[in-house]
C-alpha cells in the first residue's frame, strides 16, 4: 500500500515561514511526479506546486510565485514545500498527492492516485 506522510504544518504569524515535507513509500519514488495542494475550511482543494520525479520539471500556481518552492530529495524520499512570507489567507490544510504512474501531472486534481492525510498550516494576526 502505498503511503504518503505530510509534516511540518503549525501556527504561523503573518511574514513568517515554513517547510513541510511528503515522505513517500515507495522504493522508486524518485519515478513520480507529485504535487502539494491546499484545502481551507469550506473551499475545494487548490493546487500549489508540483514537480517531477526528477526535478526537471515543476510548475506552480499564481499566488505561490515568488513565495513559496517545492523542491525534492529523492535519496530520503521526501518532497518539500518551503513557504515564504506567509498570509492569513495561507491557512489551510495541506496535502502531497502523488501520481501512480511515471510522466507529467498538473493542477488537476485526479491527475494525483495517491494522497496524504495532510498537515495543517493556521495564520494567526
Known amino acids: 500500500q502505498v503511503q504518503l506522510v505530510e509534516s511540518g504544518g503549525g501556527v504561523v504569524r503573518p511574514g513568517d515561514s515554513l517547510r513541510l515535507s511528503c515522505v513517500g513509500s515507495r522504493r522508486t519514488f524518485g519515478n513520480y511526479y507529485v504535487g502539494w495542494f491546499r484545502q481551507a475550511v469550506g473551499k475545494g482543494r487548490e493546487f500549489v506546486a508540483g514537480?517531477?520525479?526528477?526535478?526537471?520539471?515543476?510548475r506552480q500556481s499564481d499566488f505561490a510565485a515568488g513565495r513559496f518552492a517545492i523542491s525534492r530529495e529523492n535519496a530520503k524520499n521526501t518532497v518539500y514545500l518551503e513557504m515564504n512570507r506567509l498570509r492569513p489567507e495561507d491557512t489551510a490544510v495541506y496535502f502531497c498527492?502523488?501520481?501512480?504512474?511515471?510522466?507529467?501531472?498538473?493542477?488537476?486534481?485526479?491527475?494525483?492516485?495517491?494522497w496524504g492525510q495532510g498537515t495543517q498550516v493556521t495564520g494567526s494576526s
Open positions: 514537480m517531477s520525479g526528477s526535478g526537471n520539471g515543476k
Open positions: 498527492g502523488e501520481r501512480a504512474g511515471t510522466g507529467r501531472a498538473g493542477s488537476a486534481e485526479h491527475e494525483y492516485d495517491y
